[in-house]
């Protein structure tokens, strides 16, 4: 079964200073990669994902990842945080199964608190 | 999120008791799921759905069933409902296989008593 780890289940930061939250899996067979931003009582947005290509994907409001096959990472950064950006950040892998559709196995979350 | 509705989005009911939440989709996606979050375990997948009556589980199943009848609703049923499945209950609608993230809904807190 694969695993995600978030290595980090806090981050503060202060606004306008970059941000990098950490993620590890454990597949060793090509994967699909996703990030996932919670904002506080709300469900789960796409932010990015990675499925083939180039390993550097960016989203629209700023965030960027980068696949690294080799170190199994997919680590999500942000070069200058808003207050906006306070959430909590969930990284996920597809386990993909051709009967069952992309079972997404998620990491324990990240939670960024972004301080004025 | 539009097109995935959760319903109730609060309840509070008793140890032993059974529970059915509700998970209605219209955006006619093939592929539904149920997940729990809890504080440092992130989202646990209880159980999905591939197709109207075709359901499995998934890692955290026991203590849980669903129902699947038509395209739109996935429900999920807690049996006999225990302090451990307090938590907020996340359904996720899924267009394809693979490459295909979720659309999530808005979740539902459950407190069991």
């Known amino acids: 079964a694969q695993s995600v780890t978030q290595l980090d289940s806090q981050v503060p930061v202060f606004e306008e200073a970059p941000v990098e939250l950490r993620c590890n899996y454990s597949s060793s067979v090509s994967v699909y990669l996703f990030w996932y931003v919670q904002y506080p009582n709300q469900g789960l947005q796409l932010l990015l994902k990675y499925l083939s290509g180039s390993t550097l994907v960016k989203s629209i409001n700023g965030f960027e990842a980068e696949f690294n096959k080799s170190q199994t990472s997919f680590h999500l950064r942000k070069p200058s945080v808003h207050i906006s950006d306070t959430a909590e950040y969930f990284c996920a892998v597809s386990d993909y199964n051709k009967a069952a559709g992309n079972k997404l196995t998620f990491g324990g979350g990240t939670r960024v608190l972004v301080k004025p | 999120d539009a097109g995935i509705t959760q319903s109730p989005r609060h309840k509070v009911t008793e140890t032993g008791t059974p529970v059915t939440l509700r998970c209605h989709q219209t955006e006619n996606h093939r592929y539904m799921y149920w997940y729990r979050q809890d504080p440092g375990h992130g989202l646990r997948l209880i159980h999905y759905?591939?197709?109207?009556?075709?359901?499995d589980k998934g890692e955290v199943s026991d203590g849980y069933s669903v129902s699947r009848s038509k395209t739109e609703d996935f429900l999920l049923t807690l049996e006999s409902a225990t302090s451990s499945q307090t938590s907020v209950y996340f359904c996720?609608?899924?267009?394809?296989?693979?490459?295909?993230?979720?659309?999530f809904g808005s979740g539902t807190r459950l407190t069991v008593v």
């Open positions: 996720a609608i899924s267009e394809g296989q693979g490459a295909y993230g979720y659309t």
């Open positions: 759905s591939y197709g109207v009556k075709d359901t």
